[in-house]
């Protein structure tokens, strides 16, 4: 009687195993698709915050209930003047300025004004002998527009982002210098908030809080 049960509940085992294995296989699917994703990083953009092909956590559902803040650090599909040649190339950046925001270089100790409040960037890369990247190659001054945002690499002479586009822009107009060199909202996949590899990196991508003393467009 003992020997039939255990068949039994072993015959049921592996009958249901295809369907949990196919469930399993959804959920995965599914939280890949619209929660939680992982990319790796393949250019010194980011560098140090970010290390060439540490991998990343990314959190593709907050911006469903809200906008990218200043200073998290975003990824997000490449408008079509920033793309290599790649269709679709994801690009992770750091968020500086939000629709409204009034961004300009510099202030006299060469440090980034957002709405008028100077931005201290220690996360700005440093080279081994000490030598800081300064934070902008150029004076700008630029209003962020509406659903878009401007964002920059830690290591900011090594980043296609923003300013690049901003100086490289073919453009005939500031409107459109400035449309070319920001990022559309909705083609932000999700916000990086942690870097799980390799293990002895694995730390939180929080905001730094330098950025809580920077106020709101037209305050």
């Known amino acids: 009687m003992i020997d039939e049960q255990t068949e039994k509940r072993q015959g049921s085992f592996w009958r249901e195993l295809p369907i949990l294995l196919g469930v399993a296989i959804l959920v995965a699917v599914l ?27 990314v959190n593709k559902l907050v911006y ?9 650090i975003i990824v997000f599909k490449a408008p079509a003047v920033w793309q290599s040649g790649t269709e679709g190339e994801d690009f992770i ?36 002998d000490g030598t800081r990247n300064q934070v902008a190659s150029r004076n700008f001054t630029i209003t962020v527009p509406t659903g878009r945002l401007w964002v920059m690499g830690d290591h900011r002479e090594a980043s296609g982002d923003s300013l690049q586009h901003y100086n490289d822009s073919s453009a005939t107009d500031e409107a459109g210098k400035i449309n070319e060199a920001t ?8 916000r990086a908030f942690t870097i799980f590899w390799p293990v002895n990196r694995a ?8 950025f809580e003393v920077i106020p709101d467009a037209g305050q």
């Not at 730390?203 to 330098?210: A, I, Q, R, Y």
Request: include cysteine; glycine fraction near 6%; aromatic fraction near 10%.
């Open 93 to 128: 950046k750091r968020v500086i300025g939000q629709p409204g925001d009034k961004v300009e270089c510099c202030d006299p100790q060469h440090r980034l004004m957002i709405n008028g409040t100077s931005l201290d960037e220690p996360y700005v890369y440093v080279e081994s």
């Open 64 to 72: 469903d209930f809200r906008e990218p803040r200043r200073g998290e």
């Open 183 to 190: 990022v559309p909202i909705d083609s932000v996949v999700g």
């Open 203 to 210: 730390t939180w991508l929080s905001v730094p809080d330098e």
């Open 31 to 57: 939280v890949r698709a619209f929660v939680l994703q992982t990319f790796y990083i393949p250019s010194p953009s980011m560098q140090h915050t970010l290390e060439l092909w540490d991998r990343v956590l």
